[in-house]
């Protein structure tokens, strides 16, 4: 794996460089510890210059560019990114020790965003609003201007595709700050930009750690939309930088996503999804179906079929493409390790076994399944961000809605049942941004809008609804008598 740019230099105003300190991290692959590339350690006169870029962008070339020529770049950035398919999913797969298949599914899902966003860049209209005799009133849809874009580790190009393409399809011009864990993709994706024909400065990135890079990006008074995908308590900090400008903000924070399962439910069906969707991206997905709640006569019987699943994962090195790869850091891993430390033995319920000739420093966790755990334990509560799910017994339907509705976050839910009219009610009560009828993810959506209540956050990305958050709303009255 080795990147067709210097990865060790930022990407501003159309061209690579080093970054004010000189200065560089490593880049560690999770699968066995070694380095295998250095990034920059951008910070405070890095992204300045990178927001000067994007301001002189919109003065420039880019913001002169209607939004049909905006659509047709994006969808040719798409086909780039189709073209270079194998070299990105090596590359990610490396960086952040995804399993080859899962970093391929990303790609195809970053390409898929590009041409969802390119596609819909000349379909935004504004309105025309009856009004008083002698007026005519309507509306313009415009960029923000200068957008930052905070991006976590686990999906780099995913969480890359649906910000950037949203943002660059209205217009704006954008400074990403990647993950200290994975900027790789986002380098890549930025020179394939470049090729596709955006104008210098319309993408700009600046690699570096968050207290500096990442905390100079969210206060810059430049900027004026933050988008950011992460923990709770990064995105807190975010907010109040955001606050401090007066800028909107979109975060997406993460969940403790509820699967709900029914006496009644077609238990072939749901349960490779409910096993998956623990343990896709070793478990390291905001949308994880961590929480499962099963009606209680179905409790043994679900937690036996579920064990047998789990034993049957394969765990390998990213590359060997096995099911469940290693956790992003060995960071990562310790937070993981510290919450199944909680656990006494009778509450596990199912474990994987690693394999024996795992490299010694990867950071492997073997899948667990939890359970005998009250609704309340921080086990039960709190985001583990690894493959660990825990298993709840419910009584009835409204237990089964008080106790997914009882934790902090509202991301996702999922509701297993033959019953329409159970599935309709449950779509409405339950405290989430996407809910999942017999089905669990719709495989990522593009189209779908997707974002929290509650402590999984607020804004909604992807899909339509993302270009209404890229753009303020301009009202025109005019008299003409
Ligand atoms: O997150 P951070 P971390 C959760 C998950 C995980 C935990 C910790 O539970 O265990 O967060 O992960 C940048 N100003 N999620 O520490 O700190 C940082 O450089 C501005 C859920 O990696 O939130 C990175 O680019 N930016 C989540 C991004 O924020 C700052 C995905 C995310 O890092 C900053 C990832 C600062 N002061 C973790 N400090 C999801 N919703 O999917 C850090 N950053």
Request: charged fraction near 20%; include cysteine.
């Amino acid at each position: 794996m080795t990147p067709w740019f210097d990865p060790s230099l930022l990407f501003i105003d159309g061209q690579w460089r080093a970054c004010a300190s000189g200065e560089t991290l490593p880049v560690v692959n999770p699968s066995n510890g070694e380095d295998i590339a250095r990034i920059a350690r951008g910070g405070g006169a890095d992204v300045d210059a990178a927001v000067k870029a994007a301001t002189a962008a919109l003065e420039g070339d880019w913001g002169a560019m209607t939004a049909a020529e905006r659509g047709r770049i994006l969808l040719r950035l798409s086909q780039l990114v189709l073209d270079n398919a194998e070299a990105l999913a090596q590359m990610e797969s490396a960086d952040v020790g995804k399993p080859l298949t899962q970093a391929r599914g990303d790609v195809t899902a970053l390409a898929r965003y590009c041409e969802f966003y390119g596609g819909a860049a000349d379909k935004l209209t504004g309105e025309t609003i009856p009004f008083q005799q002698g007026f005519t009133v309507y509306t313009l849809r415009e960029p923000h201007g200068v957008t930052g874009h905070i991006i976590p580790w686990n999906y780099p190009m995913q969480i890359i595709g649906r910000s950037i393409g949203a943002a660059l399809a209205t217009g704006n011009a954008c400074v990403l700050k990647p993950a200290e864990e994975a900027c790789l993709t986002a380098l890549a994706f930025a020179d394939l930009a470049r090729q596709a024909g955006l104008p210098a400065g319309a993408l700009n990135v600046v690699p570096g750690l968050g207290a500096e890079a990442g905390a100079a990006l969210t206060a810059h008074p430049g900027v004026r939309h933050l988008s950011f995908t992460g923990s709770v308590a990064t995105g807190r900090r975010v907010q109040i930088a955001a606050a401090e400008n007066i800028v909107p903000v979109t975060l997406e924070l993460g969940g403790k996503s509820p699967q709900i399962v029914f006496g009644d439910a077609d238990l072939d069906k749901a349960l490779p999804f409910l096993v998956n969707a623990g343990i896709q991206n070793a478990g390291q997905t905001c949308s994880a179906g961590s929480r499962i709640l099963v009606q209680r006569d179905l409790h043994d019987d679900l937690a036996a079929r579920m064990a047998e699943e789990i034993s049957a994962l394969t765990i390998a090195p990213a590359g060997e493409d096995a099911r469940v790869g290693p956790l992003v850091s060995a960071r990562q891993k310790a937070i993981v390790e510290g919450f199944l430390e909680q656990a006494r033995p009778d509450q596990i319920l199912a474990r994987a076994e690693l394999p024996e000739g795992l490299p010694e420093g990867g950071n492997y966790v073997a899948p667990v399944l939890l359970g005998n755990i009250g609704a309340e334990h921080p086990l039960a509560q709190d985001e583990i961000f690894g493959p660990v799910q825990v298993l709840i017994p419910f009584e009835d339907e409204e237990d089964a809605v008080r106790i997914a509705n009882g934790t902090k976050f509202g991301l996702v839910a999922s509701v297993w049942s033959a019953d329409g009219g159970r599935q309709m009610r449950l779509a409405k009560r339950l405290k989430a941004g996407q809910v999942f009828l017999n089905n669990y993810g719709a495989a990522g959506g593009v189209e779908l809008p997707f974002g929290g209540v509650g402590h999984s956050g607020h804004g909604r990305e992807k899909g339509f609804e993302a270009l209404y958050a890229f753009t303020t709303l301009k009202t025109v009255a005019a008299h003409h008598g």
